[in-house]
T-cell receptor
Framework: DGGITQSPKYLFRKEGQNVTLSCEQN?????MYWYRQDPGQGLRLIYY???????QKGDIAEGYSVSREKKESFPLTVTSAQKNPTAFYLC????????????FGPGTRLTVT | SQQGEEDPQALSIQEGENATMNCSYK?????LQWYRQNSGRGLVHLIL?????REKHSGRLRVTLDTSKKSSSLLITASRAADTASYFC???????????FGKGNQVVVIP
């Protein structure tokens, strides 16, 4: 059963705490992405990785960090430096290169109080 | 920066009617993709159109691309209640699959 999974579905944290969101795929995709979605808004790219052990900042990387130690996994850490972390976080993967669709996970809704 | 930008409209239509939504962008692109998102879920890819294509069909979906006007439209024919969702366009400027998403169009199909 191929796909991309994110856990947990809902996450609650206190302000000042770091939190790590999980993203796993078994689609054998080289490229993986993290997006943030705020209510009524489109997706904004946080980080992306085109190959293991390599990743690049997206449009809103400040306050976030990632790692890509395995092809299947691309965890996102929301640090205490992120000023407004409450949002819906979406992970995606794709084949690398031109013109491939992205496959999305179900998302993690993070609430920080 | 946001590349794809849909007309910020919420559409409410009766089942069986057609739904049209538009997307404009600012710079040249390699391809443009449309995605659907049901409330609180991940996105699902609908269709991709390359910069050298003008029209593409997939089932009840029809996408057009006008690179001279930097715009695209998505038409859903004979809508169904299950088509109720938000629809996003996303542009790939450099062919590296780094997508820029628009804000989305919310479509409600009334049974």
């Amino acid at each position: 059963d191929g796909g991309i999974t994110q856990s947990p579905k809902y996450l609650f944290r206190k302000e000042g705490q770091n939190v790590t969101l999980s993203c796993e795929q078994n689609l054998n995709h080289d490229a993986m992405y993290w997006y943030r979605q705020d209510p009524g808004q489109g997706l904004r790219l946080i980080y992306y990785s085109q190959i293991v052990n390599d990743f690049q900042k997206g449009d809103i990387a400040e306050g976030y960090s990632v790692s890509r130690e395995k092809k299947e996994s691309f965890p996102l850490t929301v640090t205490s430096a992120q000023k407004n972390p409450t949002a819906f976080y979406l992970c995606a993967s794709s084949l690398q290169g031109d013109g491939y669709e992205q496959y999305f996970g179900p998302g993690t809704r993070l609430t920080v109080t | 920066s946001q590349q794809g930008e849909e007309d910020p409209q919420a559409l409410s239509i009766q089942e069986g009617e057609n739904a049209t939504m538009n997307c404009s962008y600012k710079t040249s692109i390699n391809n443009l993709q449309w995605y659907r998102q049901n409330s609180g879920r991940g996105l699902v890819h609908l269709i991709l159109i390359r910069s050298n294509e003008r029209e593409k069909h997939s089932g009840r979906l029809r996408v057009t691309l006008d690179t001279s006007k930097k715009s695209s439209s998505l038409l859903i024919t004979a809508s169904r209640a299950a088509d109720t969702a938000s629809y996003f366009c996303a542009t790939d400027r450099n062919g590296n699959n780094r997508l820029a998403f628009g804000k989305g169009n919310q479509v409600v199909v009334i049974p």
